[in-house]
Antibody, heavy 125, light 113 residues
Framework: EVQLVESGGGLVQPGGSLRLSCAASGFTFSRYWMHWVRQAPGKGLVWVSRINGDGSSTTYADSVKGRFTIFRDNAKNTLYLHMNSLRAEDTAVYYC??????????????????WGQGTLVTVSS | DIVMTQSPDSLAVSLGERATINCKSS????????????FAWYQQKPGQPPKLLIY???TRESGVPDRFSGSGSGTDFTLTISGLQAEDVAVYYCQQYYSIPQTFGQGTKLEIK
């Protein structure tokens, strides 16, 4: 059974940093592109970032580019999101999500087939 | 970015009746080389992560009840729930995966009348 378990959320002051983790199990983690998607309280879903299977290709939403870094440790089956210069508008539940397998290591356009339960990040003074 | 617009924002339907949710993309998500629509539907219940219902616009995910069906092509898509059940109360999101950033509709809240 595919499982994705996020951790690392919490309360942080504006301008602060936080690192989220997503522990994966039940599948060959290194073969899959992984994403982060966030949801502000009472709002809709917003894509944040993605990374390919070996970590060599990453993409970011404009709203987080230069502040967030996605990376992975395939030996630990774990996905990460390091967030710097946090702002109030970054307050959200952050989900890690797996996409349906695609073989291309440079480009992948498939749907989210599994999601974690999410971890809440609150940016406030 | 491709903008996804759902209608209505909320919907109340009687048990056993049909619910219809629409989604319109600001540009076509039909890839001509394979004739596939890069489009999905998700269901999100309170306090839970989204759950995949439909991909390629009309392919039901394994385990999803057959009362859920998707249709449409290009820029206009529909999610139909035939024979609404109490457990279908949720927010439904459409999504395009044709281009990055992948974008979602604003959500449609489905309630029981």
């Amino acid at each position: 059974e595919v499982q994705l378990v996020e951790s690392g959320g919490g309360l942080v002051q504006p301008g602060g940093s936080l690192r989220l983790s997503c522990a994966a199990s039940g599948f060959t983690f290194s073969r899959y592109w992984m994403h982060w998607v966030r949801q502000a309280p009472g709002k809709g879903l917003v894509w944040v970032s993605r990374i390919n299977g070996d970590g060599s290709s990453t993409t970011y939403a404009d709203s987080v580019k230069g502040r967030f870094t996605i990376f992975r440790d395939n030996a630990k089956n774990t996905l990460y999101l390091h967030m710097n210069s946090l702002r109030a508008e970054d307050t959200a539940v952050y989900y890690c999500a797996r996409v349906e397998y695609c073989s291309d290591p440079t480009s992948c356009y498939t749907w989210f087939d599994h999601w974690g339960q999410g971890t809440l990040v609150t940016v406030s003074s | 970015d491709i903008v996804m617009t759902q209608s209505p924002d909320s919907l109340a339907v009687s048990l056993g009746e049909r619910a219809t949710i629409n989604c319109k993309s600001s540009q076509s998500v039909l890839y001509s080389s394979n004739s596939k629509n890069y489009f999905a539907w998700y269901q999100q219940k309170p306090g839970q992560p989204p759950k995949l219902l439909i991909y390629w616009a009309s392919t039901r995910e394994s385990g999803v009840p057959d009362r859920f069906s998707g249709s449409g092509s290009g820029t206009d898509f529909t999610l139909t729930i035939s024979g609404l059940q109490a457990e279908d109360v949720a927010v439904y999101y459409c999504q395009q995966y044709y281009s990055i950033p992948q974008t979602f509709g604003q959500g449609t809240k489905l309630e029981i009348k």
